[in-house]
């Protein structure tokens, strides 16, 4: 597997399972307790950072289903002033926007990679993130985020989303097979056969990003809101580093690292 490397840090390879926590900046969101506000930010960034995060996603819009939409300035001006509370921390920062004007109010402070669940599908983002010389973490999209449905429809539109990275000169990233209830097009069963499946995103010898935290799939087996679903998280989460995942996206950051640190105790050689 060819690693990616982000601000010194090292994702997949031989690198141990890194651990992405999300900072919130979106009351919009459909895990209502994660939102954080901007006063609240840099607090909560230190507490994440000592309880293990490798890396602070930062996001200022829900791309939920049914999310209430907002707009490109209103995305930038939040992310604008939660990225002000982190200027200066030396965490390592990567901002999830696939919007390319919101990325450049990004690019005035310092990031170190982006999260795009449009899976470059839009060429000046690309452009841009190239440009900029930054990390990506790109999600499986053709045409809009999630759109891919099945195992074979997201392997193939895994291969698009590669084929962009070479075409933009991008070559250091993560990716992301894209679980949750995306489009109506897609099912919970969709989402369990990608994590049970979730291995044979290897093919693509790129690291690969789990982001279930508290999704609506664990929900509906286990009938918990958001709020009560972080059994079920952890438990999806440990499979799915069996089955190959590199970094783990989670609002749950020390109990995520806790469980990270049974599995590798679990799969050390004796």
């Not at 490109?72 to 390319?100: C, H, Q, W, Y």
């Not at 679903?229 to 580093?241: E, F, I, N, P, W």
């Given at each position: 597997?060819?690693?990616?490397?982000?601000n010194k840090l090292t994702i997949?390879?031989?690198?141990?399972?890194?651990?992405?926590?999300?900072?919130?900046?979106?009351?919009?969101?459909?895990?209502?307790?994660?939102?954080?506000?901007?006063?609240e930010i840099h607090k909560t960034?230190?507490?994440?950072?000592?309880?293990?995060?490798?890396?602070?996603?930062?996001?200022?819009?829900?791309?939920?289903?049914?999310?209430?939409?907002?707009?490109?300035?209103?995305?930038?001006?939040?992310?604008?002033?939660?990225?002000?509370?982190?200027?200066?921390?030396?965490?390592?920062?990567?901002?999830?926007?696939?919007?390319?004007?919101?990325?450049?109010?990004?690019?005035?402070?310092?990031?170190?990679?982006?999260?795009?669940?449009?899976?470059?599908?839009?060429?000046?983002?690309?452009?841009?993130?190239?440009?900029?010389?930054?990390?990506?973490?790109?999600?499986?999209?053709?045409?809009?985020?999630?759109?891919?449905?099945?195992?074979?429809?997201?392997?193939?539109?895994?291969?698009?989303?590669?084929?962009?990275?070479?075409?933009?000169?991008?070559?250091?990233?993560?990716?992301?097979?894209?679980?949750?209830?995306?489009?109506?097009?897609?099912?919970?069963?969709?989402?369990?056969?990608?994590?049970?499946?979730?291995?044979?995103?290897?093919?693509?010898?790129?690291?690969?990003?789990?982001?279930?935290?508290?999704?609506?799939?664990?929900?509906?087996?286990?009938?918990?809101?958001?709020?009560?679903?972080?059994?079920?998280?952890?438990?999806?989460?440990?499979?799915?580093?069996?089955?190959?995942?590199?970094?783990?996206?989670?609002?749950?950051?020390?109990?995520?690292?806790?469980?990270?640190?049974?599995?590798?105790?679990?799969?050390?050689?004796?």
């Amino acid at each position: 597997m060819r690693p990616c490397i982000i601000n010194k840090l090292t994702i997949g390879g031989d690198a141990p399972p890194r651990v992405m926590g999300v900072i919130n900046c979106s009351y919009e969101s459909f895990y209502h307790d994660s939102y954080i506000p901007t006063n609240e930010i840099h607090k909560t960034a230190v507490g994440m950072a000592e309880a293990g995060a490798d890396i602070l996603d930062v996001g200022a819009r829900s791309t939920a289903p049914n999310a209430q939409a907002i707009s490109g300035s209103e995305e930038a001006s939040r992310i604008d002033a939660a990225l002000k509370e982190l200027d200066g921390t030396g965490f390592t920062i990567s901002v999830d926007t696939m919007n390319p004007w919101v990325l450049d109010t990004c690019l005035k402070h310092e990031i170190h990679a982006v999260n795009d669940i449009a899976g470059f599908a839009s060429d000046a983002y690309a452009r841009r993130v190239a440009d900029a010389g930054l990390p990506a973490f790109v999600m499986a999209t053709d045409y809009t985020p999630g759109d891919a449905v099945g195992l074979d429809a997201t392997e193939k539109t895994l291969q698009t989303v590669v084929a962009r990275c070479e075409a933009a000169g991008i070559d250091n990233y993560v990716l992301d097979p894209g679980v949750g209830l995306w489009t109506p097009f897609r099912s919970f069963d969709d989402d369990w056969e990608l994590c049970r499946h979730f291995d044979r995103f290897g093919k693509f010898d790129r690291p690969l990003l789990a982001a279930i935290s508290r999704k609506s799939f664990i929900g509906n087996l286990v009938n918990r809101e958001p709020e009560q679903r972080l059994a079920g998280s952890l438990a999806v989460t440990m499979y799915l580093l069996q089955k190959g995942a590199a970094i783990v996206r989670t609002h749950d950051v020390k109990e995520t690292v806790d469980a990270i640190r049974v599995y590798n105790r679990m799969v050390k050689a004796p």
